[in-house]
């Protein structure tokens, strides 16, 4: 039997058509090939990114089984119709389909709620015996402990940097509103065993360079100090997330040094106030706090990638120009600025709901660049934070401003791999600045 894995696109229809160039990406998602792993060998699987690679409707599909974030959520059920009128058998998984599972299902056969592991097996029991049921949910998490190593010999390696992707843990206690990770994992960490980390690391491609796509490193000190002594002797440089607070641990930092951390993407969200907690509208001022995270992450050598979001309710206009001159006076290496989301759900979704300020459930809109107009901020209005986002990444990002920055990251990290990946960033950012409207 066939079975084919789809990651759907975020950015069709550019890679619809057969003339498309197709584009490199960065690192893949592990959830297909964790679940290629969990297949039985009787089934022949292929696994295709939408964002990169062009989808064969021709395919001998037995069954076809569609992932999805929220603005991909058109076009997947694009591509389950297809297969659908061809008498093939779709599941949907993934966050999008897992919120909203009655939306979803009336494009497929059936709907994985949750995280799929533990069900897999199950629903692939049930399709060889033509008893596939509408929705599939676990009962509770996934324990992390023994999962398999995902299939990533099933992966294109011609479209990525690296598949040398990593995850050690799940789930998140910060509750931030607008994060759908708490709904979808769960509000407390799991943790893998630091033993199967370790063994799946060496099982990876021989280049040295690897991914930790962890929510946040930084959720339990005492694993994470595990997780990078047992790292360190691997000779590894790697990327990561985690939580601004990991920059006042000097014990844990060191460490990370130690284990070969090029840099990590931090969520600052907000330099007015710190809304990962789920008290989010307490206002205070976290520069500082920020300023002191990026000048110690610096002084270990280490790049920081700092992720702001706009459209909260104590965002004002001034708010762009605050966090413009933040970036700017920390030297902060790479900045991504985005608009408010509300996912489905998330607590946010929920709010604005009740509030009446939800705009659209139009998913096309509910993308982070260009900003969709979803909702309607309190203070500002849908076009001052589109033109503004657009503004701070063509001003953080100009020539006079990045090539200063570029030789001073030559100088600090002295890591010809460190400047490659931060040119991509700068390059990836500089080009996203150029798609968002000026006005």
Not at 273 to 281: A, F, I, V, Y
Request: glycine letters at 4%.
């Amino acid at each position: 039997m066939n079975l084919l894995l789809i990651n759907a696109s975020l950015s069709n229809p550019e890679y619809i058509s057969n003339k498309a160039k197709i584009k490199i990406s960065t690192y893949p998602s592990l959830g297909l090939a964790l679940l290629a792993a969990l297949t039985p060998q009787e089934f022949n699987v292929k696994i295709v990114n939408e964002e990169c690679e062009r989808i064969d409707f021709d395919n001998p599909a037995d069954l076809v089984g569609i992932s999805f974030l929220t603005p991909a959520a058109p076009r997947a059920y694009e591509i389950a119709d297809v297969f659908r009128k061809k008498n093939i058998t779709v599941v949907f998984g993934g966050i999008h389909a897992s919120a909203m599972p009655d939306e979803a299902i009336e494009h497929a056969d059936t709907v994985v709620i949750g995280e799929a592991e533990n069900i897999w097996p199950k629903l692939l029991e049930d399709f060889k015996n033509k008893n596939l049921k509408r929705f599939y949910k676990s009962d509770g998490f996934v324990n992390l402990t023994d999962l398999p190593i995902p299939r990533r010999d099933l992966l294109n390696k011609k479209i990525y940097l690296s598949t040398n992707v990593v995850q050690a843990s799940r789930g998140c206690p910060l509750g931030c509103e607008f994060c759908s990770v708490e709904k979808f994992f769960g509000n407390k960490t799991r943790f893998r065993p630091v033993e199967d980390v370790i063994e799946e690391i060496k099982c990876m491609d021989k280049q040295k360079f690897l991914i930790f796509t962890d929510d946040n490193l930084i959720i339990k000190p005492s694993y994470l100090k595990k997780l990078l002594t047992a790292l360190t002797p691997l000779k590894r440089k790697w990327l990561g997330e985690a939580m601004w607070i990991i920059g006042h641990n000097p014990e844990i930092l060191r460490l990370m040094r130690k284990s070969g951390c090029m840099g990590l993407f931090i969520g600052f969200e907000s330099v007015r106030m710190q809304p990962s907690t789920k008290k989010t509208s307490k206002y205070s001022d976290m520069r500082s706090a920020y300023m002191e995270t990026i000048k110690n992450l610096h002084k270990n050598k280490m790049a920081v990638c700092g992720a702001f979001i706009f459209g909260f309710d104590n965002d004002e206009l001034s708010s762009f120009d605050e966090t413009l001159r933040f970036c700017l006076d920390a030297d902060l290496d790479v900045a991504q600025f985005s608009s408010l989301i509300p996912f489905p759900g998330t607590p946010l979704m929920e709010r604005l709901t009740k509030e009446g300020r939800i705009m659209t459930k139009d998913w096309l809109k509910y993308t982070y660049e260009p900003p969709g107009k979803t909702f309607y901020p309190k203070n500002i209005t849908c076009e001052e934070l589109e033109r503004n986002i657009g503004r701070m990444y063509r001003e953080f990002y100009s020539y006079k401003r990045l090539l200063p920055r570029l030789v001073r990251a030559l100088f600090r990290y002295k890591s010809l791999i460190s400047i490659f990946y931060l040119f991509l960033a700068f390059m990836n950012f500089k080009k996203r600045s150029k798609d968002i409207p000026s006005c």
